[in-house]
């Protein structure tokens, strides 16, 4: 017995291969080794799988920069359903030279606070006041169309700049253009045939609806104008001008332009009542808002993302116009509207797409 004991208790010998060969039952160097191994393989597989589900929830979890854009495309909804409400009773010039000094006069604050650099070279000063003439045109088309068509109709044609803006920028910039944006364009000009209803299209009982073609044509007039400022912005990015800068200078041309317009016109006159003075200058204060809120979310977030946030704005517009204005949209308009939102965000993820492979 004692020496079954002590046998019990030494040290089993193995052989050079690692096997045992007293007692089988215990497992050699080499098979634990394996299981370390093997366990440790395992971690390394759990630990990729929860930096996945990671970055999944992250993807879902709207990241800060995602919901500053988010209160820009509520700011820019409120711009537009103010001049929706504003316009019936003063002339929609006359809203236009007064709501971009309340712009004019925040960014100069800011400016003036930030100490931001304003003296530039002859090329920039000849790139800002394009990009400032073509910005001002295409809100003074907005705003009257907006004072034809309802708010949401005219908000979703508007929502069509970023199709110019790539075709210009295609021309002017030589940026890529591919197969993909040509069938997110068509899918655009769809939208804007459904919202649009031409009477050579649809039927007499369709047609019927009012639809007002000057207020359309302004609205695309106004998405051209302001893709191709949105083109000059992206030159104005590369020359560093201040973005500041470059919303003082918007502010000012379509202050200038209307301006001359209401003087020719005769049509200034203070807004009565007292009422329509706040919703006169409420886009100023909430389009100066929008923008900076946009500012800030580019430095948080990717711009193609911040763009797809923003065209929800469409949406909103919608829900602000049943809500507030009380006018119910045609289901045509309705669609058109979601064909155009889907061919913005389907061009906005094509750009990222490209962004990565060329990465």
């Known amino acids: 017995m004692d020496n079954l004991a002590v046998e019990l208790e030494a040290p ?46 992250k993807r879902l979890i709207p990241s ?30 006359l809203v236009l030279a007064l709501y971009p000094n309340v712009i004019m006069a925040l960014s100069l604050i800011c400016i003036i606070v930030t100490r931001a650099k304003v003296l530039y070279n002859r090329k920039q ?14 809100a003074t088309f907005v705003t009257l169309s907006i004072s034809r068509i309802p708010v949401g109709d005219a908000v979703a044609i508007l929502n069509c700049m970023p199709i110019f803006g790539g075709i210009f920028g295609w021309i ?31 039927p007499a009982s369709v047609e019927n609806d009012e639809v007002d073609a000057i207020g359309v044509l302004l609205a695309i007039g106004a998405a051209c104008f302001i893709g191709f400022s949105i083109t000059a912005g992206r030159k104005l990015q590369e020359m560093r001008i201040n973005a500041l800068c470059i919303l003082f200078v918007n502010a000012f041309f379509i202050f200038f332009i209307n301006a001359i317009i209401c003087t020719v016109m005769d049509v200034w006159s203070a807004p009565s009542p ?23 979310a580019v430095k948080m977030e990717r711009a193609v993302m911040v763009t797809i946030i923003l065209t929800l704005g469409i949406v909103f517009t919608f829900i602000m116009q049943i809500f507030i204005i009380k006018i119910i949209p045609h289901w045509y308009s309705a669609i058109g509207s979601f064909c155009i939102l889907l061919s913005c965000i389907g061009m906005s993820v094509r750009k990222v797409n490209e962004e990565e492979v060329d990465s």
């Not at 509520?74 to 003063?90: A, G, K, R």
């Not at 997110?184 to 459904?194: P, Q, S, Y």
């Open 172 to 202: 002017l910039l030589r940026q890529s253009l591919r197969l993909l944006d040509l069938v997110f364009t068509i899918l655009c000009i769809a939208g804007v045939v459904l919202i649009a209803r031409p009477s050579f299209i649809f």
């Open 64 to 93: 800060r920069g995602m919901l500053v854009a988010l209160l820009a495309a509520i700011f820019f909804t409120c711009v537009n359903v103010s001049l929706e409400l504003s316009t019936p009773q003063v002339h929609p010039h």
């Open 125 to 138: 000063y000849l790139f800002l006041v394009v990009s400032g003439g073509a910005y001002a045109t295409g």
């Open 274 to 296: 007292s009422y329509y003075w706040g919703l006169s200058l409420a886009p100023g204060l909430f389009s100066f808002l929008a923008q900076m809120c946009v500012l800030f």
């Open 12 to 57: 089993t010998p193995n052989v050079k291969d690692g096997t045992n060969t007293e007692n089988p039952s215990r497992p050699a160097e080499d098979d634990v080794d394996i299981g370390r191994e093997k366990e440790f393989l395992g971690h390394e597989d759990i630990s990729v799988e929860n930096k996945r589900l990671t970055i999944w929830l």
